[in-house]
């Protein structure tokens, strides 16, 4: 595959104006959210928060950092990388959900959620590093159009 430059440039800066936008709409909601939230629901969001943060780390092992060598080492099994990280994410999501449905009380008291935030966790932990992965593959590959809608 020839390098296109225009392409390249036109990538990289649609990437960046989607992820400005992101960071701009997070800076400017969470203050709405103040608003509407007690703070005791404020608390418990963050918390929620906090808890799927670390819980993604742990559970994808944040395998979107190896394809930018990834691409350099593995040249034309870069897709074959990506699809073996994203068979390991699901299934380490997996582990993690049946895990969580078996210790689910256990969970609830050691990190003060009640139990049905616990079940979205598990969702949220399923879904999440699998949008994490595809995110970190199509800049890339210079796949710009579907990653900047999401």
Same mark, same amino acid.
């Not at 395998?63 to 299934?91: G, M, N, P, Q, R």
């Not at 969580?100 to 009640?114: G, Q, R, V, Y």
């Not at 800049?139 to 809608?149: N, Q, V």
């Given at each position: 595959m020839r390098f296109n430059e225009k392409l390249a440039i036109r990538s990289g800066v649609s990437y960046t104006f989607s992820n400005v936008l992101?960071?701009?709409?997070? /800076? /400017?909601l969470t203050p709405i959210f103040t608003r509407l939230m007690s703070p005791e629901e404020f608390g418990s969001f963050n918390n929620f928060i906090a808890w799927l943060n670390l819980a993604v780390i742990l559970?994808?092992? =944040?395998? &979107?950092?190896?394809?930018?060598?990834?691409?350099?080492?593995?040249? &034309?099994?870069?897709?074959?990388?990506?699809?073996?990280?994203?068979? $390991?994410?699901?299934?380490?999501?997996?582990?993690f959900c049946v895990v969580? @449905?078996?210790?689910?009380?256990?969970? #609830?008291?050691?990190? =003060?959620? &009640?139990k049905k935030y616990a079940v #979205? $966790?598990? @969702?949220?932990?399923? #879904?999440?590093?699998?949008?994490? $992965?595809?995110l970190a593959e199509q800049? $890339?590959?210079? &796949?710009?159009?579907? #990653?900047?809608?999401l």
């Open positions: 992101i960071k701009g709409v997070v /800076f /400017f559970v994808s092992f =944040n395998l &979107e950092s190896s394809f930018l060598s990834a691409k350099k080492d593995f040249k &034309e099994k870069f897709h074959d990388y990506v699809f073996s990280s994203t068979i $390991l994410s699901l299934w380490l999501s997996f582990i969580l @449905c078996f210790l689910s009380d256990f969970w #609830a008291d050691w990190t =003060n959620l &009640e #979205a $966790l598990a @969702c949220y932990v399923s #879904a999440i590093p699998i949008i994490n $992965l595809f800049p $890339l590959t210079f &796949e710009y159009k579907i #990653a900047s809608l």
